[in-house]
């Protein structure tokens, strides 16, 4: 199957149940939001945070010893600065469709050129015959497909209980394949073996 093949072949009544999974489908599964934020900062930003760090903790001890100015000029850093450039990472990065898929329950799809995460949105339509009656909203899952080419990925890395799939620029995102994701650990394997295969070095 090819990501151009996404839609025809929906198993809507399998895909239904978050935790089926096959050679192709992973199980539903996210990202979770401290986890993604350590990402974010590990992956963009560690070297201004780590320069920002160092500069406010020497701003401290010399304001403490020299000139209270350096206090100062340390409070800064940590109330103004550092915020900006946490701001500015989740602005341009965490809200990339290159990263916040992994943030959202979704499903991976593994195709011949690439792959895709299937989005669940969850989406509630309320019935005032049923809401006037105390029945409680009816909840639907609407499903939404983003599509990542082999060709735009960099070798993933492994971690500890997962592997992170880097996107090349301009995307600059990453795909989160947590070590659980498949059922079988073979199909894990497997799409690793393919990524492999198919990706270069960024």
Known sequence: MKLSDLETCRHDDLELNPEWSDSSHSRVFKMSAGRFATELLFRYAWIWLLSLSLFAVAGIVLGVTVDLRWLVAALLIICIVLPMVLGFLYYFYGLRKECFVNTVPHRLIVCEDGIACRLWIKETKEDSRQHMAGVSDKSEIRFR???????????????????IVPLKKPASGFLWIPADSFADAGNLSLLLQKLDEKTEYA
């Open 145 to 163: 497909d983003e599509v990542f080419p082999f060709s735009k990925m960099a070798r993933f890395i492994i971690g500890k209980d997962s592997a």
